[in-house]
């Protein structure tokens, strides 16, 4: 049974950093590009980043370039989100999903695994 458990979310104020991570388990997590995803209030969910199976290769949505950074550790099966200068457009329910394959993407129908997600709230 593949679980994938998001931490670390929580509420902050405009500026400040949160790290996210993902514990995942009953799969072969080096064979899965990893991705992030959110989901706003009233919004549709939305992809944030993705990471590729050796952590090699990254992608961001645009609006997070520069503030966000993907990480994996295929030893300890878990994928991190760091996200500095955290905006109050930033707040929303944060989910980790997998993928098989070595292809990023930014399409959340091609992930086949999700976890429950972590809020993360914003303040101005």
């Known amino acids: 049974q593949v679980q994938l458990v998001e931490s670390g979310g929580g509420l902050v104020q405009a500026g400040d950093s949160l790290r996210l991570s993902c514990a995942a388990s009953?799969?072969?997590?080096?064979?899965?590009?990893m991705g992030w995803f959110r989901q706003a209030p009233g919004a549709e969910r939305e992809f944030v980043s993705a990471?590729?199976?050796?952590?090699?290769?990254?992608s961001y949505r645009d609006s997070v370039k520069g503030r966000f950074a993907i990480s994996r550790d295929n030893a300890k099966n878990t994928v991190a989100l760091q996200m500095n200068s955290l905006k109050p457009d930033d707040t929303a329910v944060y989910y980790c999903?997998?993928?098989?394959?070595?292809?990023?993407?930014?399409?959340?129908?091609?992930?086949?695994?999700w976890g429950q997600g972590t809020q993360v709230t914003v303040s101005s």
């Open positions: 009953g799969l072969t997590f080096r064979l899965y590009t």
């Open positions: 990471i590729n199976w050796g952590g090699s290769g990254t």
């Open positions: 999903a997998a993928k098989d394959g070595d292809s990023r993407s930014s399409s959340g129908d091609e992930y086949m695994y």
